[in-house]
């Protein structure tokens, strides 16, 4: 199947900084493709490089297997980490705006509805929740009926509640056959929206695949987490890779028994001890030796 | 492209007429100062006479150099140089000045319905010594007074289109680019032609608005007449006020920080404020100060709708006022269009 989108050796440099650093990756159509990586990892400025606000340093970007057009603009809904919107509007009128900056439209009562926008439509966009907010600003990703939408870290700052909610509505709109590039850092939306995730530090792509074969590849063994006061004593009981994410240390071992053992043995205050199956977090600290949320 | 601009259009207007506090002292704020420069200037506080003098001062006529020179000695009398002696004659005819003086030719005009008229001549006459030996000859002018307020009300409604294209459009630009919503727009079909067209259409509709409230209100509370054109006038205004917006567009075209652009606009609306002749006339300033406020389209806007309100002038009157708008609309739109960026450079 042609990629919907080719993004070849890609590199952006900013004044003492390699933004993006030869970035390279192609995306199928209808599938939800993750960029995941730290604060700083690079993603935001590949991803706007992409939708054409950044010019790169040097690469090629290919979408449907061409150079993109002035239709890329009409065929691709965007929604910004962070933007404000045209102010003293409703939510209806902010749509009814962006919807007629295009030729392409989507119908608006499948986006009010699709977006749960009904009981907002006639509020000041200034007035509404950071919630309500982020759906308004994916309904207006929606407005022109795109083919690929990109979302970069939809759900930043938003309480778990309204995290989960617009969860929802991504699977809906990835459910109705469009490709959805999506920019987060948090695991557990990656791991419930994405087919296919790329892991970012540094401007580089580290390894992308899919979660399951992503977790396959590096998430064999155990991890074991221990809040400790002495993790000097911890980390000298054990051989296996340790992570020392706040007050927390992060084993990793592929010897669960003999690693515990270790542990008693080196006298270790073992009360506080959580034993789970690796995830994406765990995937991505083996990969770059250092947290995603830092 | 036109569904583009009119939605732009119909969205700036909404952010215009919603804001109350921007939309209200748009309007409130030229009453406030008509009214109160009104309530100062009825208490006739202003003693001093003004002459206007014509001609080469160096070459008095003999007859009358110790009648001129007396005339110039004397205390609370402000002479200032005239064009010629139309011009003269037409402040004279308005009160603008109480006499109008040719000591070269020696010969002087009085307004026979000012009463300040009346009693410069007879500070003149009183300068002469030796009324047997000949002396000025002269003239009378027609016309009716054009009151301070009358004179005032053009450079205000100047001044308010000033602020609301200056601020309106530049420090609004800005801003939405420092919050982020050009970028949002950037990424739509939207060009940035149809984004600027949008913008200059509607602070235009906002001026034309705001300017026609104030006019009809002031005219109302003072009777004060136009007695040229109403068309011309409304050319006038909107190159003006189109001179005005593209102005700011080129304040607006590239900085996201409001701080720059408030500064900006304030080191721009403050000289052409002062030196547009909106609240004092530049007849006794130096040349080089002339010349500057020559630059400023403000100082264009306000000559040519008190030529026209005033004096009843033509469109062809104001010819240098309108060509002078339209090279500057041209130029600054040029330079707004070539400079503008919808986001701050990488």
């Not at chain 2, 040719?102 to 002469?128: C, F, M, R, T």
């Not at chain 2, 940035?192 to 235009?204: G, V, Y």
């Not at chain 2, 003072?222 to 001179?243: A, D, H, Q, T």
Request: proline share 4%; glycine share 8%; with cysteine.
């Amino acid at each position: 199947m042609t990629p919907i989108l080719e993004v070849s050796d890609l590199k952006k440099t900013f004044p003492g900084v390699k933004a993006v650093d030869g970035v390279s990756f192609s995306i199928e159509p209808g599938i939800c493709f993750g960029l995941l990586g730290p604060n700083g990892a690079g993603k935001t400025t590949t991803i706007e490089i992409i939708e054409g606000i950044l010019k790169p340093d040097s690469g090629i970007i290919l979408y449907r297997n061409e150079k993109r057009g002035k239709t890329f603009k009409e065929e691709v809904g965007i929604q910004f980490q962070n933007t404000e919107l045209p102010q003293y509007l409703t939510v209806f009128e902010t749509l009814k705006t962006f919807r007629t900056l295009y030729t392409r439209k989507a119908n608006l009562d499948w986006i009010v509805d699709v977006c749960h926008l009904t009981e907002i439509l006639n509020r000041d966009n200034r007035k509404i929740s950071g919630g309500q907010k982020q759906r308004l600003l994916l309904a207006i990703a929606l407005t022109n009926d795109p083919e690929l939408i990109i979302l970069d870290e939809p759900t930043t700052g938003l309480d778990p509640q309204a995290r989960r909610h617009l969860w929802d509505i991504v699977k809906g709109i990835k459910e109705s056959g469009r490709t959805i590039i999506l920019t987060t850092h948090y695991m557990e939306e990656a791991e419930i929206l994405c087919d296919n995730i790329a892991i970012m530090d540094y401007g580089k792509i580290i390894d992308k695949d899919s979660p399951e074969n992503l977790l396959l590849k590096y998430g064999d063994g155990a991890t074991i987490s221990i809040k400790s006061e002495t993790p000097e004593k911890i980390i000298n009981a054990v051989s296996c890779d340790v992570y020392k994410i706040e007050d927390t240390i992060e084993i990793h071992t592929n010897s669960l028994n003999e690693c515990i053992q270790n542990l008693a043995h080196a006298g270790a205050d073992l009360s506080n001890m959580t034993v789970r199956t690796p995830n994406l977090e765990d995937v991505f600290l083996k990969l770059t030796g250092h947290t995603l949320r830092a | 492209m036109f569904k583009r601009i009119w939605i732009i259009f119909l969205s700036r207007n909404r952010e215009f007429y919603r804001d109350r506090s921007g939309f209200g002292w748009n309007i409130i704020f030229p009453f406030f100062i008509i009214i109160g420069f009104s309530l100062i200037f009825n208490q006739n506080q202003r003693t001093e006479y003004k002459i206007g003098v014509v001609g080469d001062e160096n070459k008095i006529k003999k007859e009358i150099t110790l009648q001129y020179n007396n005339f110039r000695e004397s205390k609370f009398i402000e002479f200032l140089p005239m064009e010629n002696i139309e011009s003269g004659k037409q402040k004279l005819g308005h009160h603008r000045i109480d006499l109008l003086i040719d000591p070269e030719h020696g010969v002087y005009w009085k307004s026979e319905s000012s009463p300040k008229s009346y009693h410069a001549e007879k500070i003149l006459q009183a300068g002469n010594y030796r009324p047997d030996k000949e002396s000025f000859i002269a003239g009378t002018v027609e016309g009716r007074e054009i009151p301070y307020i009358e004179w005032l009300f053009p450079g205000i409604l100047g001044m308010n289109m000033m602020f609301s294209a200056l601020f309106g459009v530049g420090y609004a630009v800005v801003r939405d680019r420092r919050h982020g919503v050009l970028k949002r727009l950037s990424v739509t079909p939207l060009a940035p032609f149809e984004f600027l067209t949008a913008h200059i259409m509607s602070r235009m509709f906002a001026l034309f608005i705001t300017t026609s409230i104030v006019y009809a209100g002031c005219s109302l509370l003072y009777n004060f007449e136009n007695r040229g054109s109403y068309l011309s006038l409304i050319l006038i205004f909107s190159l003006g006020g189109f001179s005005m917006i593209s102005l700011a567009l080129i304040i607006a075209s590239r900085s996201s920080s409001e701080e720059f652009a408030g500064g900006a606009l304030n080191l721009l609306s403050w000289p052409m404020m002062l030196l547009s002749e909106v609240w004092f006339s530049l007849e006794g300033a130096r040349p080089w100060v002339k010349n500057v406020a020559r630059l400023f389209p403000l100082t264009h806007l306000t000559e040519g709708v008190r030529k026209i309100m005033n004096d009843g002038a033509s469109l062809y009157d104001i010819r240098y006022n309108v060509i002078a708008l339209t090279v500057m609309s041209v130029l600054f739109l040029a330079a707004g269009s070539i400079l503008f960026r919808w986001r701050k450079a990488d």
